[in-house]
């Protein structure tokens, strides 16, 4: 998702060992962006462990049917606390094939909302700091109902933040957006795009639309198929948010006089996440 061809490392990340991961520098956070990345490094926690347990257990099942001579037929029982699910590998291996995308979708899902209950929070705290009767209802009604370049309008309306759609853009300065091999230039179209994307994954029993498949036309999909969001987009999703928390925190913290203290990323997860 995010990515430059003049800056290959517009978020900074900086390499943790010779060889290792990348991470994040440490980021300026208001309590409540500390809280967003908490809950999107859970999510992405659970998300990888599972994949990886998932395709270490298919091997492990897959070498003992070989070893043993279990055939497709061979009746299969996994007991999930109290509760036993029986069937045959046949099944199993039909369901599993299914599993990992299914997985993403919903990570997909969860990651996105993740910022909207992260804006909803900075709005909720800004109108109950103005005295606001209602201050979690007032901030979803004023997200509810419009594209998201509406969603920053309305707030641009209320509160005077630096938060147009010229701000946001200068966020994103040098960052190269894509999606589905389809490259955006403008954030707030791509959040959109990412929206509506969710919001089919959602309510339309995640198919393809012909609309999608206008915008997308290089995802080799079908009208009526599945949609199978790649599987690393629940991690760009959560860097392509970063500079947007930012912009957000910071004009909030402006506003307000909030304290936003530099947060190193090990203090970034919950405390049984860090390594470091």
């Not at 049917?65 to 996994?78: C, E, H, N």
């Not at 900075?122 to 700091?129: F, R, S, Y």
Request: overall charge positive; charged content about 25%; glycine content about 6%.
């Amino acid at each position: 998702m995010p990515r430059t061809r003049r800056r290959p490392n517009p978020l900074h990340m900086r390499r943790v060992e010779p060889g290792g991961p990348f991470v994040l520098p440490p980021q300026e956070c208001t309590s409540r962006r500390k809280e967003w990345f908490q809950r999107a490094n859970r999510i992405l926690a659970t998300y990888i462990t599972l994949l990886g347990y998932a395709a270490e257990g298919h091997k492990a099942i897959a070498h003992a049917a070989k070893v043993r001579g279990i055939d497709l037929d061979t009746p299969m029982r996994f007991k999930i606390d109290d509760r036993t699910f029986q069937s045959n590998y046949r099944i199993f291996l039909g369901a599993f094939s299914k599993s990992a995308g299914q997985l993403t979708n919903q990570v997909f899902t969860l990651a996105y909302g993740n910022l909207e209950a992260y804006l909803i929070d900075v709005l909720a705290d800004a109108l109950t700091t103005d005295g606001a009767a209602d201050p979690v209802q007032e901030s979803i009604s004023l997200i509810t109902g419009t594209r998201w370049e509406g969603k920053f309008n309305r707030i641009v309306q209320r509160w005077g933040v630096r938060l147009g759609k010229a701000d946001i853009a200068e966020a994103y300065r040098g960052i190269r957006l894509e999606f589905f091999g389809v490259q955006s230039t403008d954030p707030l179209a791509f959040l959109q795009a990412m929206a509506d994307l969710r919001h089919r994954l959602v309510h339309s029993a995640g198919r393809a639309d012909a609309k999608l498949l206008a915008a997308y036309p290089q995802s080799h999909m079908k009208e009526g198929d599945l949609i199978q969001v790649p599987a690393v987009s629940p991690i760009d999703l959560q860097l392509f948010f970063v500079p947007l928390t930012e912009a957000i925190d910071r004009a909030f913290a402006e506003k307000y006089g909030w304290q936003r203290i530099l947060e190193a990323p090990e203090k970034l997860v919950d405390t049984d996440l860090r390594t470091l």
